[in-house]
């Protein structure tokens, strides 16, 4: 009996009377060094570069300055938020769009559904008025979600403005001059190049494009969706080829660099060991202690200008793609209804929105690249 | 409507219309137009829910609803003049039936005019930026 009493209390104890750990949740990375190092860097200055909404999406996710633990802190749910938040706000008008387009198709196929008589010559004119209120209820919305693009071309530029030296002066300070000259002549001027592309060459071109082939509904004989594909096909390849050769470029030469660094650096530590006489191997020591300490803001640096990246592009990202599935979409139903110039438009503008994704994906993906990169490549 | 009354008129019509005709063709043809336009009168009953429809998503997605207005004119006249066509060849009057067909065309386009003017000059602002 006494000693079932005992078990009893044993479990009693063990299920109610235990106590909850939990890990430590607070990280403390911000010495007062950290601190120092940051204020001296200007780094926390690129904040002020951005546009205000990427500054309120930031905010959104608890990072509002450069801060390893704000970082750390960042929640998979917080992560979510910020992209539902971004395609409630990307997908209205293109949803907008798509229901006014498919109110026209059915217009269309009422009109389709019940002509008199088997060759009505009433069907090109209608077709054509028909295509002609697609034409106008697509090109408004689609031309300013383009032009949103090189909005956020120009935003991302004067980020990058801010961001570049900030970055290259702490990969510098970490011991790695060579890798950060070589990341900065290479991502200043394949953004400047991909922005001058972007906003000179290929948005007019397309646009151009564009608004010719909505004025050509009017023209049933004359189709411009030939070379819209066209200009798609070799703007992708090109980015593509680019985009590729410029990562392998960065990587050789960041990796070259990164051991020419390590060298300096080898060099300067066993002079100063050999050369400085009796506290010679402690300054030597303490050089690769401050490199090391240093490299937690370089990797916080790096984190946060990837994450900025994305913020800048994500919304615009976001509306393209839904812009895109919307005239996909419409264009399969304007192909079910018979609605086929209606679906043909809708082809074009899809192509269009794929140009742009292409290139704005590119622009993101080199700077996302480059400085993941350059945070992986480390002297030893 | 009722496509039981549209199919029970449209085959007392035909018949009626082979009786007379043997007799008198004119009044065959009158016969003729005349459940014709019965059942276009209960056609247009009929659409009215489906373009309702349409006005309401039309509200409710908060688009101009300017060019589907445009757009239901059209059809309007479309079907009008389709109708007045055929009922133009089946009295043999082919001339008739395609003067009543341009005239329902360049109606359609008159219609249509302000779309045209507005697409080409959004288009050429565009093309100018």
Sequence with gaps: MKKISIVILTAIFVLFGSMTAYAQQEYEFEDEYYQEQLEASVANEIFDSLPDYTNEMLDQIGIDELSPAKLLKMQPEQVWELI???LMQGVTTPIKMAASIIAVMIIYSIFDGLKLSNKSSLTPVYSTVSALCAGLLIIVPAMSCFNGCSEVMESCQIFLTAYIPAFVAILASCGQPIASSIYSVLLFGASESICIIGQQVVLPLVRMFFALSIVCVLIPTIDFSGIINGISKVATWILSLCTTLYAALLTIQGAVGTSADSMTLKTAKY????????????????MSSIFSS????????GAAGIIICVVIFLPQIIEIICFKLAFSLCSSIGQILGADRISTLLKSASTVAGIMLALLICYAMLIIISTAIMIMLKTS | MSILSVAAVGIISALLSLTVKKYNPEIAILISLGAGTLILIMLMDSLVPIIQTVNQLVDEIGISGDYIKILLKCLGIAILTQ?????????????LCSQVELAGKAAMLITAMPLMLKLIETALEIMQK
């Design chain 1, 84 to 86: 539902w938040s971004a």
């Design chain 1, 271 to 286: 002079f100063a060991s050999s050369l400085v006489p009796v506290v010679g191997g402690a300054v030597g020591e303490a």
């Design chain 1, 294 to 301: 240093m490299s937690l803001l370089k990797t916080t640096t």
């Design chain 2, 83 to 95: 109708f007045a066509a055929d009922a133009c060849k089946d009295a043999g009057e082919q001339m």
